[in-house]
């Protein structure tokens, strides 16, 4: 009913089912990473720093429909939950990609047709190149020697179904393309309401 009809009054119930399921991974996130051992860094952490890891992500950004899809529906599913999920969890959203090609529904295709379709749906958004540097900034924070930490730019990629990931796999090459091509280590992360 949310996807298909449009009914966006579904939009709360959902978002707090996303909510949930992110508390998790992040649960397990820093779960990982108290097992890793400590990474060097070009500034000494505080006691509670090498204590207690924390990951959360740099921002939240969502897979776009097209035009077409928009118009039929009155709104974008996924970033109607990436809004809700920024907002409940204090994460900046970020306009990142859109939608090049209005792609078939792909509830309809197979696992093949479905990764050769969504090859070039998506690109940076115009502004994107730009956001993506103030995150840079944002993150590589200078050290009082001038120097920055290595710590990659850590993105959640939100969408409201699973089927084969093709979808988010395109998402997420565009993404890493872009920081490629501007020097930047990205990290990826990818979170859907569902799996079909």
């Known amino acids: 009913m949310y996807k298909f009809r449009g009914h ?34 070009a500034y000494p952490a505080t006691l509670a720093q090498q204590m207690k890891p924390q990951w ?42 859109q939608r090049q090609i209005n792609t078939t529904k792909q509830s309809f295709k197979s696992r093949g047709e479905r990764i050769e379709t969504m090859k070039n749906a998506f690109t940076i958004n115009p502004d994107g190149m730009q956001l993506i540097e103030e995150l840079y900034r944002k993150v590589h924070l200078p050290t009082r020697k001038g120097m920055s930490h290595a710590k990659p730019i850590q993105i959640l990629l939100i969408d409201d179904i699973y089927t084969t990931g093709s979808t988010l796999d395109a998402c997420g090459r565009v993404i890493l393309n872009t920081c490629f091509s501007m020097e930047i280590i990205v990290e990826i992360y990818t979170l859907t309401l569902a799996r079909s």
């Open 56 to 97: 959360q992500p740099d921002a939240v950004t969502y897979v776009p429909v097209s035009s077409e899809r928009l118009a039929e529906r009155g709104f974008n599913q996924a970033e109607r939950l990436a809004d809700g999920l920024a907002t409940a969890c204090r994460l900046p959203i970020v306009d990142l990609l």
């Open 8 to 41: 966006e009054r579904y939009a709360p119930l959902l978002t707090a089912l996303l909510i949930r399921a992110f508390q998790a991974m992040s649960e397990e996130q820093n779960s990982a990473l108290a097992k890793e051992p400590p990474v060097p860094v």
